[in-house]
């Protein structure tokens, strides 16, 4: 983990992306992070840097805490390409389909194991993304075969405009009715949209 | 046994050679499907049986992929594939611009088109679908063996190529008694 990041470096960063973004600067989508910092810090002090971390569409703040240097996470940004942000040198991995990144998280985790390695994958998901096929079989998979991953669901209950929970009429996930040793979660409410920083920007 | 399938096993043979190549999917392991009989001589420890659920086997295979592993993702039917179309053609065929890596993790992809003597298994067991997957797929090289002579040196390339595009291999379930 890249300890210099705080709650309040982190927001602050994303508060620069969100300018940028609504100046009209970057011809891209982005998906802001805000108020998962201390979730996910808490997350990454048990990564290391030769741990894999493997993201969705929303993966400003893991690039960063990974250790990826700011300069660099900005500048991939504003070329236009937050929503699959990918460091290979730091093995930061992210896909901004539903769900793509989950079972790509296995097939690492399952090297490793095979490597005989102490690498660790860290996979960073959503609350609607573990409520889907592939991630439940992900974490059954990973569980059974007792792979070298951890999957971290960040709950903010909605998948855009979308509620969790009342789409599937329950009022608790999954990850909530059967714990795993594998999945690792918290809750928290972000002030941004899905998509964007607030402003409609036309490009 | 015929020609089709004695190449077939040598390719495979030849795949295993590399100590990189994994091959997974269903009926690797054990017996079930034609496509098995040509990873008989395979040593066990290679040869990793899934559940099914081919998205899920394509998102390992990728995952494999990235951590330096060359794997041999097997569908017996192109019908079966389709149901991994998301990691292969968002994922596996995207990689490349998406990590920007000069060299990008490969894939070898097996599978065919289902048999259609003497048991007819209808029409959602013998689709082939080898020029959609062209279109979809302009990163990947498609491939479809037509004839017992492209079969090693097709999966020979597969292999040995080291620009990183991953290749999907094609067979004829009708050819094995070729």
Not at chain 1, 46 to 69: E, F
Not at chain 2, 70 to 95: E, G, M
Not at chain 2, 137 to 162: H, M, T
Request: glycine share 6%.
């Amino acid at each position: 983990m890249d300890t210099k990041w705080t709650v309040e470096s982190l927001k602050n960063f994303e508060s620069e992306i969100g300018d940028i973004f609504n100046s009209g600067k970057i011809k891209a989508p982005v998906h802001l992070s805000d108020g998962n910092e201390e979730g996910l810090i808490n997350a990454f002090k048990n990564v290391s840097s030769t741990d894999w971390v493997l993201c969705s569409w929303r993966s400003h703040y893991q690039a960063l805490l990974k250790g990826v240097p700011a300069e660099l996470v900005k500048s991939e940004i504003i070329s236009g390409r937050s929503i699959s942000l990918c460091f290979p040198q730091h093995k930061v991995f992210s896909s901004a389909i539903v769900g793509g990144h989950v079972s790509i998280s296995v097939g690492i985790a399952m090297a490793e194991k095979n490597n005989n390695s102490k690498n660790h994958v860290w996979c960073f998901l959503g609350d609607m993304t573990s409520e889907t096929g592939v991630a439940q079989t992900s974490i059954r998979y990973a569980e059974t075969h007792d792979l070298p991953i951890t999957f971290v669901i960040e709950d903010n209950g909605l998948s855009v405009l979308t509620d969790t929970r009342n789409v599937w009429a329950s009022t608790h996930l999954r990850y909530e009715e059967i714990k795993s040793s594998k999945v690792v979660s918290f809750k928290y409410k972000s002030k941004y949209p899905h998509a964007g920083a607030g402003v409609r920007v036309q490009f | 046994m015929g020609k089709y399938q004695i190449e077939l096993s040598k390719a495979m043979e030849l795949l295993a050679s590399n100590d990189k190549t994994v091959f997974i999917g269903q009926s690797v392991a054990v017996a079930g499907t034609a496509m098995r009989t040509t990873l008989e001589n395979i040593n066990s420890t290679r040869l990793i049986e899934m559940p099914v659920d081919e998205d899920f086997q394509m998102g390992i295979a990728n995952g494999l992929a990235i951590a330096g592993y060359i794997p041999v993702s097997v569908f017996p039917r192109w019908n079966f594939l389709l149901l991994a179309t998301n990691q292969i053609v968002n994922h596996l065929d995207k990689i490349k611009e998406i990590s920007r890596l000069k060299i990008p993790p490969k894939v070898i992809i097996r599978t065919g088109i289902g048999s259609v003597s003497p048991l007819h298994p209808g029409p959602q067991h013998t689709g082939d679908f080898t020029e959609a997957f062209k279109l979809m797929c302009p990163n990947i090289n498609v491939v479809r063996l037509d004839s017992y002579e492209q079969v090693v040196p097709e999966y020979k390339l597969a292999l040995e190529r080291e620009d990183g595009v991953s290749t999907i291999l094609v067979e004829w379930g009708d050819k094995y008694a070729d």
